[in-house]
């Protein structure tokens, strides 16, 4: 048994380093005839023992409960090896649910306090999501009720929380038996390495790296749609994460940043920064890359690069709302590819999880009041979006310094946006199949730079303005067929700087109409279905 582990060693990440820990030499059986649990475990405590080493999974089939990580370790799974995990009542350990600090199920593999760990390979983790949900359902709205991620005492903890951080311990016990453990889950941790295994299936969050630095994953796969609530990668403040090279395939976000929820993560106030993502491939995600809505103790300095998705219900995808303070700075997204997705582009401050209730009135300015600054975006081809770009900022606190550019896109709806300070446009194309390409309100600074659209509405301007006094309109052309190019309400037009755009394609160059193009509201942003 010695020669084959021997033989993964030279081909194993430097970081799998020491000695092998075959478990079929602690009483596994590769048929899963009998629960591998307590020969995982005995090996990993073999290589603790030994200062370190590679716990070794050969192929075959075996059934599992929760591993435990220490330091010092990597848990290789061989080519053709599956370990599945079934559904079962787990021991709590503290934790964080949805970027809130709680009493949680064990994760399926993990730990705390891990320094120079790993898990590789090209084997298969397994479990199933509607096994798990039969367990743990979540709330259904109904009526007024709008209902729970998870169940009537998370909900209760959750309003708790709002009244004082951290809450009676009595409160956290009630709603632990109502959540899923994580899949993968460090915390605490530093120098993890998660690469080339596939997960098929999960109970909730895929990989979920809690207060974690120096992280890489890559070259995983991640196939657990239609899974509810099973982001495939949740960095949840954690700093120096790397992601590179995965395919995933979720009924959640697919790559997904968070840093805290609400009044618990203002109190724990630990960001998520220093992130890389690229080279990945999402499919059917609810967003491709996304950031929040959990932005309590920050976002920042994110770059995601060289990007694939089809079928996601958004692609760029930043979200927040009132309540949830913290925010999002020094982000970009460049070079990306979408196909048939719900929307392309899309931020917002109004982001709702299940249990929330939205509140559009403007509020006074607190730290419970995201922001949302300096973010850019460029170099994205869109095809059939339902809309290109949608951007929600608040009347309080308008996102500020969003500059997207070099973007060519067909959708059903062009460009929505309000609440907006310097938001710049640069080459942005739009072909759309209803109402105005750009549509923009309630803001100022505005900067439009080569904007156009190829297929023209004689029935609707190519950019229409309300509210927005200062704009530029620039080095834009009115391409044949064009009724109206530049729509603004009455009395309006003074306030617009028009520079260097060539018209002459346009019935009428510029208008000032008393209309309201924001009565045709798009669906709600969030269009996952009930499972």
């Given at each position: ?7 993964v060693l ?7 380093a020491?000695p ?7 009483g596994?059986r ?7 649990t ?6 990993i405590?073999?290589?603790k ?9 050969p192929?075959g ?35 964080r ?9 064990v ?17 298969v983790?397994a479990?199933?999501n509607?096994?798990w ?26 309003q708790?929380?709002e009244v ?8 956290y ?27 098929s299936?999960?109970?909730?969050w ?16 991640i ?18 994460v ?16 968070k840093?805290?929820k ?9 960001p998520?920064?220093?992130?890389s993502?690229a ?6 995600a609810?967003?491709?890359?996304t ?19 089809a079928?996601?219900?958004m692609?760029?995808r930043?979200?927040?709302r ?13 070079n ?10 899309n931020?917002?401050?109004?982001y ?5 209730v939205?509140?559009?009135a403007p ?7 995201p ?5 850019a975006?460029?170099?994205m081809?869109i ?21 997207i ?14 609440n ?30 080569n ?5 023209p ?6 950019v ?5 006094p ?25 306030s ?9 394609g346009?019935r ?17 942003t ?6």
């Open positions: 048994m010695q020669r084959l582990p021997f033989l030279l081909a194993a990440p430097a970081w799998s020491g092998f820990f075959n478990i079929l030499d602690y596994a590769n048929d899963a005839s009998a629960p591998a307590e020969a995982i475990r005995s090996a405590q073999a290589a023992a030994a200062g370190g080493g590679t716990v070794f999974i192929a089939n075996y059934v599992s409960g929760p591993i435990e990580l220490v330091s010092n370790l990597t848990l290789h799974l061989d080519a053709g090896a599956t370990v599945r995990f079934p559904a079962a009542r787990l021991p709590f350990t503290e934790g649910q949805q970027s809130i600090e709680a009493l949680t199920p994760p399926l593999i993990g730990g705390r306090h891990l320094e120079n760990v790993a898990i590789t390979g090209r084997g983790l479990s199933d509607a096994e949900m039969k367990l743990m359902p979540r709330q259904r709205a109904a009526g007024s009720d709008p209902g729970s991620a998870n169940g009537p005492n998370w909900e209760s903890l959750l708790l929380l004082k951080t951290p809450a009676p311990r009595e409160a016990l009630a709603a632990a038996p109502e959540l899923r453990p994580s899949f993968v889950r460090t915390m605490d941790s530093k120098n993890v390495l998660i690469e080339g295994v596939r997960f299936g999960s109970p909730m895929t990989i979920h790296l809690l207060y974690s630095d120096n992280v890489v994953v890559r070259d995983v796969i196939e657990t749609y239609p899974g509810v609530h099973t982001d495939g990668i949740a960095v949840d403040s954690s700093r120096n790397r992601i590179s090279n995965c395919y995933i395939d979720t009924g959640d976000d697919g790559i997904v940043i840093s805290g609400d009044a618990d993560g203002l109190r724990v106030n630990r998520s920064e220093n992130i993502i080279n990945c491939t999402v499919h059917r609810h967003g491709a890359v950031i929040g809505s959990e932005t309590s103790g920050w976002v920042r300095n994110l770059v995601a690069t060289n990007l694939t998705c079928g996601t219900q692609g760029v930043i979200k927040s009132r309540g949830r303070g913290g925010g999002v700075e020094n982000v970009r997204f460049d990306w590819v979408m196909d048939d997705v719900g929307q392309a582009i931020v917002t401050n109004y709702l999880m299940e249990g929330e939205r509140r559009d509020e006074p300015v607190s730290n419970t009041t922001v949302f600054r300096d973010i975006v460029s170099n081809n095809r059939r979006a339902r809309v290109a770009i949608d951007v929600e900022g608040l009347p309080e606190m308008p996102i500020s310094g969003l500059r550019s070099g973007v060519v896109a067909s959708a059903k709806a062009g460009m929505k946006a309000f907006t300070a310097a938001l710049e446009l640069h080459d942005v194309r739009i072909d759309a199949e209803t109402g105005p390409a750009f549509l923009v309100r309630d803001s100022h600074e505005l900067e439009l730079d904007v156009s659209t190829r297929v509405r004689a029935d609707s301007p190519v229409r303005l309300d509210r927005t200062g704009a530029i309109v620039r080095a834009s052309r009115a391409f044949p067929g064009t009724g109206v190019f530049l729509s603004t309400g009455p009395g309006e037009l003074k617009i700087f028009l520079e260097g755009n060539v018209l002459s346009a009428k160059p510029t208008a000032e109409v008393k209309a309201d193009y924001w009565k045709s509201a798009e669906p709600p969030e269009a996952e279905s009930v499972k």
